[in-house]
């Protein structure tokens, strides 16, 4: 029994050591935030839905892309294990057992739930008040949604997706204790909660955060399912990814805006893409407006506060902008909040901090929990930023702290006992 119980956590490490290229965060930045930055900068802009003024200008896309070099410099250190060199040669062997891991209980997948349902309750509170609401929204009045106001502190507790999704996924992919199915109560209340926000509230980043860090947890069992042929799928996935994103995309705005916007299109999948692309080219366009206007490019900049943020966006805004695509963009959004005096040192910082949490990640380590939220982010670099200016982060980091707090404190709690050979006594141990 042991040496099966053995052979089976030994054959998990190793299909964690497995993994397609791009989980790699200096890898995911050159092959594919880096692309993309290049292509919506040479794109025609007239194709935007928008009727925003133009900001955004070959400076911009140059500072863009020595921004991302910047983050792979910083993963590439992260990667290289600089920072935890006691862990130099795990990557070519088996992931050892690790104590605090072994003892994870699924009892804290259910409080995190607990907490997800709650918040969601409160946040769909309106919704229960007033049913005749849903089909309004579902109707294309998106306004609708806005009458009833989100509480701070409360309901961003719905954002412990998050971590969820990443804990439920190693759990399935047997990283983490715990045998559940992938069709279960749990996951279809979860997914489920998550589909119905993206609907009603138009927030289809809700949906996408609960789903991509199950996917990247639970993509070593799939791996391992699916054999050499899976294995050569998933390292050319990220040339899908565009695709499956413009059809998830497109279902969901002809369920909020096409019923209002259809007379001015010729079919609903030109609307989709370049509906899509607007709200990329315009969350640069934007990020481009507020790093110009705080005098980035002519003098020594520092970081700003967030009223002096909110002053410069608010005021561009009031007609050189479109209010409906009012993303604040990643890159340059941060660089706008740390002025040009840090923004190298602390761009690359979080670049080591990716770098970090994918070493951790491969090892099986509780800490690489923070890679599905990293990735996210660099999936986002163009349209939001996830470290700075936003809370959609924090209650996921919140708990993910606990537990590698409550991690740290498990050795000196815990007793390990060896068995000792035939006929010698603890005396002689």
């Known amino acids: 029994m042991r040496t099966s119980q053995k052979s089976s956590r030994n054959s998990t490490a190793g299909s964690y050591l497995d993994l397609p290229w791009w989980y790699r965060p200096s890898a995911f930045l050159l092959g594919a935030s880096l692309p993309a930055l290049l292509i919506f900068s040479y794109s025609d802009s007239r194709l935007t839905l928008s009727g925003a003024q133009l900001f955004y200008a070959e400076r911009d896309m140059i500072f ?66 007033n049913p005749g609401l849903i089909a309004g929204v579902l109707g294309g009045n998106l306004e609708l949604k806005h009458t009833f106001k989100t509480i701070p502190g409360v309901t961003t ?92 995309f497109t279902a969901f705005e002809f369920l909020r805006s096409w019923q209002t916007q259809a007379a001015g299109h010729g079919n609903i999948f030109e609307f989709g893409w370049r509906r899509l692309f607007t709200y990329y080219f315009e969350a640069m366009n934007t990020g481009a407006a507020t790093l110009g206007v705080s005098g980035f490019y002519d003098a020594l900049t520092m970081p700003i506060s967030e009223t002096a943020y909110d002053s410069i966006y608010d005021g561009l805004y009031q007609g050189s902008l479109d209010k409906e695509f009012n993303n604040p963009s990643g890159i340059w959004y941060f660089a706008t909040y740390s002025g040009n005096a840090l923004f190298a040192p602390l761009f690359f910082s979080l670049g080591v901090f990716y770098g970090v949490s994918w070493r951790a990640f491969r090892e099986g380590r509780l800490f690489g929990l923070f890679l599905p939220i990293n990735f996210l982010g660099m999936m986002e670099i163009l349209r939001i930023h996830y470290w700075i200016g936003t809370n959609r982060v924090v209650p996921s980091t919140l708990l993910l702290l606990i537990l590698l707090a409550w991690a740290l404190t498990i050795p000196s709690r815990v007793r390990i006992h060896r068995k000792m050979p035939k006929g010698q006594s603890l005396a002689n141990a």
């Open 157 to 248: 507790w719905t954002q412990v997706s998050l971590l969820l999704g990443g804990l439920r996924g190693l759990r399935w992919a047997g990283i983490l204790p715990g045998k559940i199915k992938l069709l279960s109560w749990f996951h279809l209340v979860f997914f489920g909660t998550l589909f119905v926000r993206a609907v009603l509230w138009s927030e289809r980043l809700a949906l996408i955060e609960g789903i991509v860090p199950f996917f990247l947890c639970a993509l070593p069992k799939l791996i391992r399912l699916l054999g050499p042929r899976g294995k050569l799928f998933f390292q050319f996935f990220p040339l899908l990814v565009p695709v499956l994103l413009l059809l998830v």
């Open 64 to 129: 863009g892309i020595i921004a991302i070099l910047i983050l792979v410099a910083g993963a590439l250190i992260g990667e290289s294990g600089l920072f935890n060199r006691r862990n130099q040669n795990r990557l070519s062997q088996p992931a050892p057992h690790r104590l605090a891991e072994s003892l994870l209980s699924e009892r804290v997948d259910w409080g995190i739930m607990a907490i997800f349902v709650v918040a969601h309750l409160i946040f769909f509170r309106g919704f229960f008040t």
